[in-house]
């Protein structure tokens, strides 16, 4: 049977310094007559809600803002923030934040005019349209959910993350300014660039991966290798802030066509159950579980190993998943994350339950080319519960 490969992407992708100002662009080629900002409390006091404001006051049409976008959103929430949009009888919906306001804006504007949400939340009915238009801008480098057709959110009563997925979650226009991410605080600068790299490796090695989307996914590599040690360090650069704006944007798009893979598999009951970043939990994870899964894919270790400039191993191919692995738990060092489940918190006698979690997020599980089994999945909690310094190699 022949086998196609979709490529989608939002609309528009418009990127560059000074980019907010557009905005007003799209909004008056809509001819809208309300528009709903959604943001968080955070991305408002760093005084970006004010400059979209501003900018959005000369379309001379009438807004409604809400702010209240608490980080790794849940389905509540989301339910809330279509309640207020729908009270507000708003007709665009832009999204300005990291990936926790753009996940619950995009996901409000294609759910907006749909009755049984519980259907959409659990994954019964996917989502086939969006009426309303959505504009997304991130002020993180990140996530790359202004260019995905996920949205991820918290599932109270499973204590679990969980994705929906569909074409119409993709924004009509994906606005990246990288002026927007110089106000983020280091830690996140650092949690969200390392999750930038998961969506960039994970989508290389998938088992969906094409040529295509390993051209996002290299450059993307080679840029966040460049740039995320300045960003964190020395925020107010703008070189650096753009060439993690590239990385993000990037590896947003191959994980949109490509799909991630165990790591994400295993960061969301960290989230669901314990509340961690998501960002934090795929930094921490991705060592442990590239060391069991990296020996399935030699050759792209090798070739990861040249994209971030750790080494030549052409001719000695075995030893680079070693080198990728050295050079994912140094970045935790460097950057100043954690570097064990136990610091963060996690009980070691949960991780039987986490690994049965995350044994059942099959749809992110089957893109990794290893077919990891539960006990496996424990294995590596495990080894990563000790930062690497227990006896279990999670193997
Ligand atoms: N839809 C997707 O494809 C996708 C992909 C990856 C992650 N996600 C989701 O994204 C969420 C995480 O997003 P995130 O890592 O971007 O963090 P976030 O959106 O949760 O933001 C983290 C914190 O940083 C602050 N912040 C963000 N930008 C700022 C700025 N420029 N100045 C000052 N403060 C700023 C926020 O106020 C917040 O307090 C998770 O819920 C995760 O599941 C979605």
Excluded at 277 to 295: R, Y
Aim: net charge negative; glycine share 8%; charged share 20%.
């Amino acid at each position: 049977m022949m086998q196609f490969n979709d490529f989608q992407i939002p609309g528009v992708i418009r990127f560059g310094e000074g980019a907010l100002a557009t905005i007003k662009d799209e909004v008056l080629s809509k001819n809208p007559s309300k528009l709903f900002i959604i943001s968080d409390k955070g991305v408002e006091k760093a005084g970006l809600v004010d400059e979209l404001k501003e900018v959005l006051e000369t379309c001379e049409i009438p807004m409604e803002t809400m702010t209240d976008i608490a980080g790794e959103p849940t389905f509540s929430l989301v339910e809330e923030t279509i309640k207020t949009l729908n009270q507000s009888k708003a007709d665009f919906v832009i999204g300005i934040g990291g990936g926790s306001a753009l996940d619950v804006a995009k996901a409000s504007a294609a759910l907006q005019d749909k009755h049984d949400l519980e259907n959409y939340f659990s994954g019964k009915k996917t989502i086939e349209n969006r009426t309303v238009p959505c504009v997304l801008l991130p002020t993180t480098s990140g996530t790359g959910a202004e260019v995905t057709k996920n949205a991820i959110f918290g599932d109270e009563v499973e204590g679990v993350k969980r994705g929906i997925v569909s074409p119409a979650l993709l924004p009509d226009a994906a606005i990246v300014d990288p002026e927007l991410t110089l106000s983020c605080p280091s830690r996140v600068t650092a949690a969200s660039g390392v999750d930038a790299f998961t969506h960039a490796i994970e989508s290389y090695i998938s088992t969906n991966a094409t040529e295509q989307t390993r051209i996002y996914s290299e450059k993307s590599m080679k840029l966040f290798a460049e740039h995320i040690t300045n960003a964190v360090h020395n925020g107010s650069s703008i070189e650096a802030r753009t060439g993690m704006s590239w990385a993000s944007l990037l590896g947003g798009v191959s994980l949109a066509n490509a799909g991630v893979g165990a790591v994400h598999a295993m960061a969301y009951p960290l989230g669901g159950t314990y509340h961690i970043e998501h960002g934090v939990a795929n930094a921490l994870l991705m060592p442990f579980v590239f060391k069991v899964i990296g020996k399935t894919c030699t050759d792209d270790m090798v070739r990861v190993a040249s994209f971030v400039e750790i080494g030549d191993f052409t001719s000695s191919k075995h030893q680079a998943l070693e080198a990728v692995v050295h050079y994912l738990l140094q970045l935790l060092k460097d950057l100043n994350l954690p570097t064990s489940l136990k610091e963060l918190g996690v009980e070691k006698a949960d991780l039987p339950k986490l690994a049965e979690q995350a044994s059942q997020v099959k749809r992110l599980l089957s893109n990794t080319p290893y077919r990891l089994h539960e006990d496996q999945i424990l294995g590596i909690y495990e080894d990563a519960y000790e930062g690497g310094k227990g006896g279990s190699n999670g193997s």
